[in-house]
């Protein structure tokens, strides 16, 4: 199965920046296929966070921003909140697939 | 408003049938790309199939391909996911989710809040 991976984790303190990375292939990111990424907090669906690889829907906060360079895709958090512990995904497609793939998942933790 | 709500989740045992409904509000599903997504307990999210806006593109994960039928009732503004031949690694939380719009990879802006599968005998 094609995935794009995140790592499992990441922490950080209240007001800190944290960054996840989505590390794809020339397959997917490296196609030049749009990068997507989702919040999914517990128990809950997920929810569009960054479509685009860089552009927020209405509503989510600008502290949430999203890059691409090449084969790798990152999501950055800056000024972490208590509120923002949560599953995190990034997606994309797969040409090989003619679908789409998500990544493994990053649980992000606020110390 | 949007809404999305699935439905047809159940118990079933492997080698069995199921087909998951999930009813639209507050669009078309002739202007929007459909997706099904599932997520076994504990485990991240995996696609599994996907239909154009006119219907004329369908595709479907490996994990699925052979077994799972999307499709839609315009008229009703339902989609489904038929599931044949199911096994013990389809359990899971089954949603819809609508692609942005905007071209066939775009995101997806809304979500339903899911049914579960369990297939046990």
């Known amino acids: 199965q094609i995935v794009l991976t995140q790592p499992p984790s990441v922490s950080g303190a209240p007001g800190q920046r944290v960054t996840i990375s989505c590390s794809g292939s020339s397959s997917n990111i490296g196609a030049d296929y749009d990068v997507h990424w989702y919040q999914q907090l517990p128990g809950t669906a997920p929810k569009l966070l960054i479509y685009?690889?860089?552009n927020r829907p209405s509503g989510v906060p600008d502290r949430f921003s999203g890059s691409k360079s090449g084969t790798v895709a990152s999501l950055a958090i800056t000024g972490l909140q208590a509120e923002d512990e949560a599953d995190y995904y990034c997606q994309s497609y797969e040409s090989s697939l003619s679908g789409y793939v998500f990544g493994t998942g990053t649980q992000v933790t606020v110390l | 408003e949007v809404q999305l709500v699935e439905s047809g989740g159940a118990l079933v045992q492997p080698g069995g049938s199921l087909r998951l409904s999930c009813v639209s509000s507050g669009f078309s599903l002739s202007t929007y790309s459909m997706t099904w997504v599932r997520q076994a307990p504990g485990k991240g999210l995996e696609w599994v199939s996907g239909i154009s806006e006119s219907g004329g593109r369908v595709s479907y994960a490996e994990s699925v391909k052979g077994r799972f039928i999307i499709s839609r009732d315009m008229s009703k503004n339902t989609l489904y996911l038929e599931m044949n031949s199911l096994r013990g690694e389809d359990t899971a939380i089954y949603y819809c989710a609508r692609n942005r719009g905007g071209g066939w990879n775009s995101g997806f802006d809304y979500w339903g809040q899911g049914t579960l599968v369990t297939v046990s005998s």
């Open positions: 685009d690889n860089d």
